[in-house]
Antibody
Framework: QLQLQESGPGLVKPSETLSLTCSVS??????????WGWIRQPPGKGLEWIGS???????HYNPSLNSRVTISVDTSKNQFSLNLSSVTAADTAVYYC??????WGQGTLVTVSS | QSALTQPASVSGSPGQSITISCTGT?????????VSWFQQHPGKAPKLIIY???NRPSGVSDRFSGSRSGNTASLTISGLQTEDEADYSC??????????FGGGTKLTVL
């Protein structure tokens, strides 16, 4: 059973970098046929796709966040990560990591505030 | 990229059927067979209920069905049950190799 779990700081200061990690269990993150991604949901609002990384290593990001986002994989730890730089209050949201859109972590609330 | 367009809310009575629309463009919904639908209860992670326009993941009730006509995809829920009350969001792969979501629709079961 594929399971995912987000981890990282729940509070980030404006202008700093938001860093989250998604730990994957039940399947190797190097397995073909899966892609790994991040979405977020600001309080009271809809879902927003952040970006995805494929087993080939290629990445695709939301154009509105492209210059600030990096998604990477650590095969040795079976994890993938999200870095979002220069955050503002508008980046306050519940962040979810997912696999092939079918499997999702429970989500983690990240608040941007000084 | 612009968000897909969904109605803000829909409602129905137990046993009835409802349909939620999701309108995009020829660069996403209308041209890619990768439209998905998610169900989300308050405080919970999204749950995939339809993928590739019409397919249901294992374990999802056959009361949920998906379709598409032109640039508009639709989710139909038949035989409404109280536990269907939730937010529903569509998403589509795009010609730019990105994904885009709809704004979400709140379903109320009266």
């Amino acid at each position: 059973q594929l399971q995912l779990q987000e981890s990282g700081p729940g509070l980030v200061k404006p202008s700093e970098t938001l860093s989250l990690t998604c730990s994957v269990s039940g399947v190797s993150i190097s397995s073909s046929g899966y892609y790994w991604g991040w979405i977020r949901q600001p309080p009271g609002k809809g879902l927003e796709w952040i970006g995805s990384i494929y087993y080939s290593g290629s990445t695709h990001y939301n154009p509105s966040l492209n210059s600030r986002v990096t998604i990477s994989v650590d095969t040795s730890k079976n994890q993938f990560s999200l870095n979002l730089s220069s955050v503002t209050a508008a980046d306050t949201a519940v962040y979810y990591c997912g696999a092939a859109a079918e499997y999702w972590g429970q989500g983690t609330l990240v608040t941007v505030s000084s | 990229q612009s968000a897909l367009t969904q109605p803000a809310s829909v409602s129905g009575s137990p046993g009835q059927s409802i349909t939620i629309s999701c309108t995009g463009t020829s660069s996403d919904v209308g041209n890619k067979n990768y439209v998905s639908w998610f169900q989300q209860h308050p405080g919970k992670a999204p749950k995939l209920i339809i993928y590739d326009v019409t397919n249901r993941p294992s374990g999802v009730s056959d009361r949920f069905s998906g379709s598409r006509s032109g640039n508009t995809a639709s989710l139909t829920i038949s035989g409404l049950q109280t536990e269907d009350e939730a937010d529903y969001s569509c998403s589509s792969y795009t010609s730019s190799s990105t994904w885009v979501f709809g704004g979400g629709t709140k379903l109320t079961v009266l």
